[in-house]
């Protein structure tokens, strides 16, 4: 059996709807900012619960324009986890702010324990990230950033719907940034960002800075980027945006299924999810991910038998050639370390099938001798 971990193709098989639409919008010809874009940021802020939703070009944008917005430039510092992905810190290095790590723990969540730690004058902001699809310690984060004056981006670009306490992901901090790059809950035909928040001001910002700081046709009122979200992709957004509660229900059975498949094989140790089941606290499992001993031998088992796993991240961020100049000594983010030698990625997504889930365990048992 193959178990394939992108689900793109099941995903799009049947998009004769979405074929319609694009006909009526290029006949239309409405390409940069039309109506479809608006359409699609309501129907984005109404599945997050937010006021506000602003469509721009990538996930990665949607972390660098709340920044801009907020002045965050040359001489500011913005702390994030030390366990992200690679666009966490590029869109903080954009503005010409420095990019501070704190560590991880094992909800992969950035440690609150040790963010004050990592406050300066030069402080400017938290961007934590809720990475797989659970939530950062939203509680504790916003109530350190609100003790230090500081203000809260929310890389929220792995998951959409989470949820703490009742209270969704990217509607904690000022702002909060989505991808729809394929490989996200939601996906697009290619790149696409979504920004949130409840905050006339940084909705105002986020638009000028989008589109060449301008404020109407004829008048630049700050220095801005072109960083539409197409009108194509918007089309497909729409489409997907309205299945993304299904899209997130089949996310959480999933896991549960494999949780229950590996409850009692003692080398495998699942994360410490800080979404217990309940109706006020989510994670969405943008993937399943789980520590594992003999990491390396039971990737290689199991892409020997047909299952696409992967490990997110392999190499930790401050360790890559591109950040080396932070200066941070090897060992600086030792959970952040021990977390890239040992956890390991399997699919979560809504096309997968319950045999596919069954052979995984079987697979990843059998390699145990369980
Ligand atoms: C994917 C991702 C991004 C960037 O999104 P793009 O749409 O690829 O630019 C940022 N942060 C995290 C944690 C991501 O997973």
């Not at 209270?167 to 035909?189: D, E």
């Not at 190499?315 to 941070?328: F, T, V």
């Not at 956890?343 to 145990?368: C, K, M, N, W």
Request: with cysteine.
């Amino acid at each position: 059996m193959k178990v394939r971990y992108s689900p793109l193709e099941q995903q799009f098989a049947d998009v004769d709807d979405v074929f319609d639409e694009l006909k009526a919008l290029v006949r239309s010809t409405d390409f940069t900012l039309g109506t479809v874009v608006g359409e699609f940021e309501e129907m984005f802020a109404a599945a997050v619960g937010s006021k506000y939703a602003i469509g721009v070009g990538s996930g990665t944008d949607a972390l660098k324009i709340p920044l801009k917005a907020l002045g965050i430039g040359p001489g500011d510092e913005v702390i994030t986890a030390a366990n992200t992905f690679y666009a966490t810190a590029g869109a903080i290095a954009e503005t010409g702010a420095r990019i501070v790590f704190v560590d991880c723990d094992d909800t992969f969540g950035i440690d609150p324990d040790l963010i004050e730690a990592a406050i300066t004058p030069r402080t400017k902001a938290i961007m934590p990230v809720h990475l797989t699809g659970d939530m950062a310690n939203m509680t504790r984060i916003t109530g350190i950033a609100e003790k230090h004056g500081l203000k809260v981006v929310e890389d929220a670009c792995q998951s959409l719907l989470a949820k703490e306490a009742g209270r969704p992901a990217g509607t904690w901090g000022i702002a909060g940034g989505f991808s729809m790059h394929p490989l996200k809950i939601i996906n697009v035909w290619g790149d696409a960002g979504v920004i949130v928040t409840d905050d006339p001001e940084m909705d105002r910002m986020c638009r000028l800075l989008r589109n060449h700081g301008l404020r109407n046709r004829d008048e630049m009122e700050i220095l801005g980027y072109n960083t539409r979200l197409d009108s194509v992709q918007a089309v497909v957004g729409k489409w997907i945006v309205a299945k993304v509660g299904d899209i997130v229900a089949a996310r959480i059975r999933n896991a549960a299924r494999y949780d229950a498949g590996f409850a009692d094989v003692p080398e495998i140790t699942l994360p410490v999810r800080r979404a217990v089941k309940g109706e006020s606290e989510r994670s969405v499992y943008l993937n399943y991910v789980v520590f594992a001993e003999r990491r390396d031998e039971l990737l290689s088992h199991c892409q020997a038998n047909g299952i696409d796993a992967k490990v997110h991240y392999p190499i930790a961020l401050y360790k890559q050639d591109a950040l080396r100049h932070l200066g941070y000594e090897d060992g600086a983010f030792p959970v952040t370390d021990r977390h890239a030698e040992t956890i390991i990625s399997f699919p979560a997504d809504q096309h997968l099938t319950a045999e596919q889930i069954d052979y995984l365990i079987g697979v990843v048992r059998e390699f145990y001798g369980r």
